[in-house]
């Protein structure tokens, strides 16, 4: 593979110089990975947020053939790694490494057709919120051309630093985190203090799962504009990661008294969703549906409701908001994963697995892999056997990838090692996340930690405090009744492992099976 290709962003900002032309980074393997700047444009290393973060991000102008390519790097990761087990890893990390980046070298080796003086000019004019919602890859393209122009405008690198940020969010790329980092630094080196680069740096440290660097960075850049989309948005994502959902609340309604639109819409219904208020939570979405203009607003609104339905067990309704979301962006990658997830749920299997093999070659993130690997898996035949294997191989490979790009990826190592990994790397990496940060999402990775691990008396608390909010969570509740069984309590054990199929009896493959079975355990032995 090649050395390099272009790269807009230096390494050090001397306030002075353009756009450089080229930057090499290393994977964790060893290998060179190749890192473009017009890479693809969901739902990622974000936030637990429903579809993603502010607007909706979409592919970056890969055609088919480069997901075809980068599907077939990932079916050599697999089959390399049935042949030599002792490095599996190494080499899938290797392999994933260059299908994550083989795209951005495909955008940015061709012109869009899009392109040109006219798209130049309009370069600064981009806002942060027209990134998350539009073109990314045309739109990185116009920045980076316009900065070569324009290398002083601060404002402009500050809106690369976040389309970097949605191209490493939504294609599961964490190479690009550097890059946004390097151009945030930049706008800031220009114009000290501006609130554009401020609330980029917020989403760049939320997106990096440093929650509280992100609302540090958010506080600032309202502090310059306390009109700021981004930052008012950020701040509620921060606070409802850090699980102070009270808080969450408030700055959500400060929010859409502010800056009232799809990206405060959907974040209100999250915080509402959270506290188990899931009409209020609905009713906000369906208004921020009826605000939305692009197709991208459409595509991104539709899939939160599918993911509220598929959630609370409606998987017919779920399927629809899909339909309506890829009417509107056929390639929306959270439409395509809800998509799947709610044909597995509603007995479709060969759909479901087919469209998840497409979500993974497109973007090869922990939640999609997991579950391909658990239908896979249910299916039961060696050969799917070593492929479920091979998803959860591709999951320690992006955890790897993702740490060398600064993020935190704790609690996604957490629940997937838990489940198909190491367990007791798996009780490291939730303790430590609760060391940061005390959500329900961390209560309940680290009670389904304490569990895998045989310490149920431990778990049991945090159990209680995952669902503790009112939160309809169907995994939560399964959580909670496999280790209250454990720790001697059927009665409370039957209740939440009842209340977990009957809101959500599709909520995991693998799960909603082995829910079945303890509970029918629980009935026969009363």
């Given at each position: 593979m090649p050395a390099h290709t272009t790269d807009s962003t230096p390494d050090e900002p001397d306030g002075t110089g353009g756009p450089e032309e080229a930057d090499t980074h290393a994977d964790p393997s060893g290998a060179a990975g190749v890192v473009g700047e017009g890479g693809a444009g969901e739902a990622g290393a974000g936030t637990q947020g429903r579809a993603g973060e502010a607007g909706a991000g979409t592919e970056g102008g890969a055609g088919e053939g480069d997901a075809a390519r980068r599907a077939a790097v990932l079916r050599r990761a697999?089959?390399?790694?049935?042949?030599?087990?002792?490095?599996?890893?190494?080499?899938?990390?290797?392999?994933?490494?260059?299908?994550?980046?083989?795209?951005?070298?495909?955008?940015?080796?061709?012109?869009?057709?899009?392109?040109?003086?006219?798209?130049?000019?309009?370069?600064?004019?981009?806002?942060?919120?027209?990134?998350?919602?539009?073109?990314?890859?045309?739109?990185?393209?116009?920045?980076?051309?316009?900065?070569?122009?324009?290398?002083?405008?601060?404002?402009?690198?500050?809106?690369?630093?976040?389309?970097?940020?949605?191209?490493?969010?939504?294609?599961?790329?964490?190479?690009?985190?550097?890059?946004?980092?390097?151009?945030?630094?930049?706008?800031?080196?220009?114009?000290?203090?501006?609130?554009?680069?401020?609330?980029?740096?917020?989403?760049?440290?939320?997106?990096?799962?440093?929650?509280?660097?992100?609302?540090?960075?958010?506080?600032?850049?309202?502090?310059?504009?306390?009109?700021?989309?981004?930052?008012?948005?950020?701040?509620?994502?921060?606070?409802?990661?850090?699980?102070?959902?009270?808080?969450?609340?408030?700055?959500?309604?400060?929010?859409?008294?502010?800056?009232?639109?799809?990206?405060?819409?959907?974040?209100?219904?999250?915080?509402?969703?959270?506290?188990?208020?899931?009409?209020?939570?609905?009713?906000?979405?369906?208004?921020?549906?009826?605000?939305?203009?692009?197709?991208?607003?459409?595509?991104?609104?539709?899939?939160?409701?599918?993911?509220?339905?598929?959630?609370?067990?409606?998987?017919?309704?779920?399927?629809?908001?899909?339909?309506?979301?890829?009417?509107?962006?056929?390639?929306?990658?959270?439409?395509?994963?809800?998509?799947?997830?709610?044909?597995?749920?509603?007995?479709?299997?060969?759909?479901?697995?087919?469209?998840?093999?497409?979500?993974?070659?497109?973007s090869p993130l922990p939640g999609p892999l997991v579950a391909l690997g658990e239908l896979y898996e249910e299916r039961g035949d060696e050969g799917d056997r070593a492929k479920a294997r091979d998803q959860y191989a591709l999951v320690d490979a992006w955890t790897a990838l993702a740490r060398a790009g600064g993020v935190n990826a704790d609690l996604d190592s957490a629940m997937a090692a838990a489940d198909h990994g190491d367990k007791r790397e798996a009780l490291r990496a939730a303790r430590a996340e609760w060391d940061r940060r005390h959500s329900v999402h961390t209560a309940d990775a680290l009670a389904w930690a304490l569990h895998v691990n045989g310490r149920d008396a431990e778990a049991l608390p945090l159990t209680r405090r995952a669902t503790a909010t009112g939160y309809r969570n169907a995994a939560f509740l399964y959580h909670r009744g496999v280790v209250e069984r454990a720790a001697g309590d059927p009665r409370a054990a039957r209740t939440h492992l009842k209340a977990a199929l009957e809101l959500n009896a599709g909520f995991s493959p693998l799960g909603a099976r082995e829910a079945r079975t303890a509970l029918d355990d629980l009935e026969g032995n009363r």
């Open positions: 697999a089959a390399g790694g049935r042949r030599r087990r002792a490095l599996h890893l190494a080499g899938c990390a290797a392999l994933l490494a260059v299908a994550l980046t083989g795209g951005a070298v495909a955008l940015t080796g061709a012109p869009d057709g899009r392109g040109g003086d006219a798209a130049v000019s309009a370069a600064a004019a981009l806002s942060p919120g027209d990134l998350a919602r539009g073109d990314l890859g045309a739109a990185v393209g116009s920045l980076q051309r316009h900065l070569r122009a324009q290398p002083k405008d601060f404002g402009s690198w500050a809106t690369l630093g976040v389309a970097y940020v949605e191209q490493a969010r939504t294609a599961g790329d964490p190479s690009r985190y550097p890059q946004a980092e390097r151009a945030l630094r930049r706008s800031l080196a220009l114009r000290p203090g501006n609130d554009q680069a401020l609330a980029g740096r917020a989403a760049l440290a939320a997106a990096r799962h440093d929650f509280t660097g992100a609302l540090a960075d958010a506080d600032r850049a309202l502090k310059q504009n306390p009109y700021n989309e981004r930052a008012l948005c950020t701040r509620v994502d921060a606070l409802v990661e850090l699980g102070r959902y009270d808080d969450a609340a408030e700055a959500a309604r400060t929010a859409d008294d502010r800056r009232p639109g799809v990206p405060v819409f959907t974040r209100y219904a999250y915080v509402h969703e959270l506290r188990g208020d899931v009409r209020t939570a609905r009713r906000v979405l369906h208004r921020a549906l009826d605000a939305a203009r692009s197709p991208a607003d459409v595509a991104y609104v539709a899939t939160a409701l599918g993911q509220l339905a598929w959630s609370q067990g409606d998987h017919r309704r779920a399927l629809a908001h899909y339909a309506c979301a890829l009417a509107a962006d056929d390639a929306y990658l959270p439409a395509l994963e809800g998509r799947a997830r709610a044909q597995a749920a509603s007995g479709d299997r060969a759909a479901a697995v087919k469209g998840l093999e497409q979500v993974v070659a497109r």
